[in-house]
């Protein structure tokens, strides 16, 4: 199911010579290099955003202190995309042509980085672990892009295939926001009912970004009997779907989230209201590895920063940022995009913070492969499975 882009020796090739070399060195000053994002610090999905934001700060603040990379500090230039188009491309735009950033990092919305590449791309601007993962993160030309985890279409379709198989349901239906990511996530569920002789795909329901309304939804899924619905809305608008199932008496139905859903307040959610919950992801939830030698050093570090125990954005922001400086610190002195390129290349290492493996090569820039399916349990998420 892993999701690759292969690219030809020669095709390449002949890329990496098109590309050109005065553009390489945007961002890179004898003392710093200007990293960007654009990311959703005050929109449906800041309780993803803000955390990624404050967790890979964390990590250029340790960096920092400690001298840089190869004598060069790390400046985090971050825009509010507030989860809006027009938004995001001003962001884009700024961090682009005005503060020149190297590389952009961890910019969340599948929408938003797909619109952003368009401007990334002739640049010759990296664009590593967005907070997608959508397919599109890794369409032609995948030279300068770098995923982080397997996409949400492999993500859902692999879980869909392990809860039909395990609970008996015989119809999947989905509810999501028509965008770039819902429609990925409505597709993955229509596609695994398609190719499994024993799974309807049944019915769908389609909502706005601020729906908070979804009685009628669930009572028309419930008539046309679904079984297993696929989840594509924000992360308020998951925990309100999860309890108003629950008021209605629907507590047959199965929810499968992808990663957009799979974050520590929905578990957190007080009585219960999400108990039952699965979804798919690249990691294992933090708060259920506290305990853990790294777990619990990044957890200390970040509480010390914000007051606050980190919630599972901030986890993948401080992993996202130590992916990032690894391959800088491969890169070596002489940093260019193409040295940068070969550097993320070349990764291959366990991540104990997100407790999966890790690795690049040239024709694969997919970080991790392995899908953990998880199910919430006592306000905590449970892993059920790893599947590939």
């Not at 964390?58 to 060069?72: P, Q």
């Not at 799974?199 to 389609?206: G, H, M, P, S, V």
Request: aromatic share 8%.
């Amino acid at each position: 199911m892993k999701f690759l882009k292969t690219i030809a020796a020669g095709t390449f090739a002949a890329a990496a010579l098109a590309v050109p070399p005065a553009l390489a060195d945007q961002g890179v000053s004898d003392g710093e290099i200007v990293v960007g994002s654009v990311s959703d610090l005050s929109g449906v999905f800041a309780a993803f955003g803000a955390p990624s934001v404050a967790g890979a700060q964390l990590h250029f603040d340790e960096v920092n202190a400690a001298g840089g990379i190869h004598g060069r500090k790390i400046r985090f230039v971050v825009e509010d995309s507030g989860y809006q188009m027009p938004k995001a491309m001003q962001g884009y735009n700024k961090l682009i042509n005005r503060d020149k950033v190297f590389a952009m990092l961890l910019s969340l919305g599948t929408p938003m980085n797909i619109a952003g590449m368009k401007l990334m791309t002739p640049k010759n601007i990296p664009n590593v672990t967005p907070m997608s993962a959508a397919r599109q993160m890794l369409d032609e030309p995948i030279r300068l892009r770098f995923a982080g985890s397997a996409s949400y279409y492999d993500q859902t379709r692999l879980g869909a295939r392990y809860l039909a198989g395990q609970h008996g349901i015989s119809k999947a239906c989905t509810m999501f926001i028509p965008s770039d990511f819902g429609k990925e996530i409505e597709e993955a569920m229509r596609d695994e009912a398609a190719s499994n002789p024993a799974l309807e795909y049944a019915a769908e329901t389609t909502h706005k970004p601020d729906d908070a309304d979804f009685v009628g939804s669930l009572q028309k899924l419930n008539a046309e009997g679904c079984g297993l619905v696929g989840l594509a809305l924000g992360v308020r608008q998951v925990i309100t779907v999860l309890a108003t199932a629950k008021k209605l008496g629907l507590t047959h139905l199965v929810f499968l989230g992808s990663s957009g859903a799979f974050h520590t307040v929905i578990a957190k959610v007080p009585g219960g209201v999400t108990e039952g919950l699965f979804a798919t992801s690249g990691w294992v939830d933090l708060a259920s590895r506290a305990q853990e030698p790294v777990p619990a050093a990044f957890i200390a570090a970040y509480m010390k920063a914000h007051g606050e125990f980190p919630s599972t954005g901030a986890m993948l922001g401080y992993f996202g940022a130590t992916g990032f400086t690894r391959a800088l610190e491969k890169a070596g002195r002489e940093l260019t995009v193409e040295t940068f390129l070969a550097a993320m290349e070349s990764l291959d290492y366990y991540d104990p913070l997100s407790d999966n493996h890790v690795n690049y090569s040239a024709d694969d820039h997919q970080g991790s492969d392995k899908t953990i399916l998880s199910v919430v349990e006592g306000e905590n998420w449970k892993v059920v499975a790893r599947l590939e």
